[in-house]
């Protein structure tokens, strides 16, 4: 059974910093690009960052600088470091894998953002 288990999400001030955490079984980790992404209420699903098997990156614009996406294949987990978080982040986040046919989502955890 596949699983991808999001942890890590809460309530944050503006300018703090989140680790979200993606923890994975019953897939082959290292094949997979796993990335994260997120929804906003009122707005579709959005790609934040990925990384493939390798460890290439890619991030949405509006998170480059801030945000660090990282994966460890031994423990077979992904991480998203969030920092100089503002509002606009609110979302709730969603882990993602995907490897040719193949693709699963995660639950998704919420991140809010706010004073």
């Known amino acids: 059974q596949v699983q991808l288990v999001e942890s890590g999400g809460g309530l944050v001030q503006p300018g703090g910093s989140l680790r979200l955490s993606c923890a994975t079984s019953?897939?082959?980790?290292?094949?997979?690009?796993m990335g994260w992404y997120r929804q906003a209420p009122g707005k579709q699903r959005e790609l934040v960052a990925r990384i493939t098997g390798g460890g290439i990156t890619n991030y949405a614009d509006s998170v480059k600088g801030r945000f660090t996406i990282s994966r460890d294949n031994a423990k077979t987990t992904m991480y998203l470091q969030m920092n100089s978080l503002t509002p606009e982040d609110t979302a709730v986040y969603f882990c993602h894998g995907e490897y040719t046919i193949w693709t699963y989502w995660g639950q998704g955890t919420q991140v809010t953002v706010s004073s």
């Open positions: 019953g897939i082959t980790f290292s094949f997979y690009t």
